[in-house]
């Protein structure tokens, strides 16, 4: 009896990505359903997708990975960056070329496609990432929709209509969606390998954190090297923020446009700036620091999202392996007299990190707290703390402390 061969079963799509220009690339669907608006970006980082997709320097964006291998090592309630889950601040939506296996690590709580589902994330995997990041670099970060559908049924032309008439990210204030709602006190500290995170002692000095979207991990080194980290929402006058009587003042990091957020946090900076408490900045903190001293913004072609970033540190001469995540960038041909240009990108040129001369106040770019180096960048937190321990009369630490002494440890490979 002849046998027969069943045909060839063609997979429904059940995810798209559709782009303002009108083009549709079709995948398989995970994640959350419904759909997101946002811009389109590639992180090059091989680890840390976790820490990546709850970074809130990412609202507003989908983020596309270009190593192929996602979600291999699972989930936990370790590796999240946003400071307030429940509001789940971060990326709107997440591209992988490999489908989501199951995860096989000692640390794995879960699997990222419930992950993402809890998290209200769209995510498409399937498709050929390398020509979307090539796309990417020959024409800018695009705007588009994702959609997740199961039963696979989208509207097409209505998604085609929503991905062009996105007005994108320029001019959007998005800090003041991910900040804090109200003032709270940091304790936690940096992760040791099989004790987990640890908790403060007592502080040895002050720090108000300006939360324009920070991550946890830049707080914990600030507690790790013995502040008390008070976290307050973007909108904090400088009135009430002095009142507090800082040692120390921390720019962080956040989304959107730096310019619109500028509006009503460059004034707050300003007043800062009239006293002579330490300042440290990051990310966006970077850019509200220029734009505070009269530097201009720009938006990028398609931004440094990574952690194999080299950039130069003008002020040591050493070069540090960094994680990036910024589609806007200081423009140093901007920044006036009297500020100096001390960190620039080796991929670019970009500038990275500036310095008020003579005064006890700085920015980067980049940041510091991640850890692709893993630890190239700690160095910064003490330069902050030397600032402050300055000021008081008391003695430096060093900005490199040697190998054999007791310092915070970073989870391997997190970013």
């Known amino acids: 009896m002849a046998t027969t061969t069943a045909p060839w079963a063609t997979e429904k799509p059940t995810a798209l990505l559709v782009l303002a220009d009108g083009t549709v690339i079709e995948g398989r669907g995970l994640g959350a359903t419904g759909s997101a608006v946002a811009e389109v970006c590639f992180n090059t980082a091989l680890t840390g997708y976790e820490e990546i997709l709850t970074d809130p320097s990412y609202a507003g964006q989908i983020v596309t990975f270009t190593f192929p291998h996602i979600g291999n090592v699972g989930t936990n309630d370790e590796d999240i960056e946003d400071l307030h889950p429940a509001a789940r601040a971060g990326a709107v939506g997440a591209i992988f070329k490999a489908n989501v296996t199951d995860p096989s690590n000692y640390r794995a709580a879960g699997h990222l496609d419930q992950w993402l589902k809890r998290r209200g994330i769209v995510a498409l995997s399937g498709i050929d990432t390398r020509a979307l990041t090539v796309l990417i670099r020959e024409k800018g970060m695009p705007n588009a929709v994702i959609a997740h559908a199961p039963d696979g049924v989208f509207d097409i032309e209505e998604l085609k209509r929503q991905a062009a008439a996105w007005s994108g990210l320029i001019g959007l204030d998005l800090a003041k969606e991910v900040t804090s709602g109200q003032s709270s006190v940091w304790r936690e500290t940096p992760w ?224």
């Open 192 to 415: 040791v390998w099989n004790e987990g995170y640890g908790e403060r002692g007592v502080p040895s000095m002050h720090v108000v954190a300006i939360d324009y979207g920070v991550k946890r991990n830049i707080l914990r080194l600030l507690a790790g090297l013995g502040a008390k980290v008070t976290v307050v929402p973007a909108k904090t006058d400088a009135d009430e923020i002095l009142a507090m009587q800082p040692d120390g003042i921390f720019l962080s990091n956040g989304p959107g446009d730096p310019e619109a957020t500028g509006e009503y946090a460059v004034p707050v900076i300003q007043n800062i700036l009239k006293t002579d408490i330490p300042v440290f900045g990051i990310c966006l903190g970077h850019q509200m620091l220029a734009l505070a001293l009269g530097g201009k913004t720009e938006k990028m072609h398609q931004g440094h999202h990574g952690a194999n970033h080299p950039v130069k540190d003008h002020t040591t001469g050493k070069v540090e392996i960094v994680s990036m995540n910024h589609g806007f960038a200081v423009d140093a041909d901007s920044l006036p007299e009297g500020v100096e240009e001390t960190h620039v990108s080796l991929f670019d040129g970009s500038n990275c990190g500036i310095a008020l001369t003579g005064r006890p106040v700085f920015s980067v770019q980049h940041h510091p707290e991640a850890s692709p180096g893993p630890q190239d960048s700690h160095y910064l937190f003490r330069r902050f703390v030397n600032l402050i321990r300055e000021r008081r009369g008391e003695e430096a630490l060093a900005e490199r402390p040697s190998s054999n002494s007791s310092q915070p440890r970073a989870i391997p490979g997190k970013v």
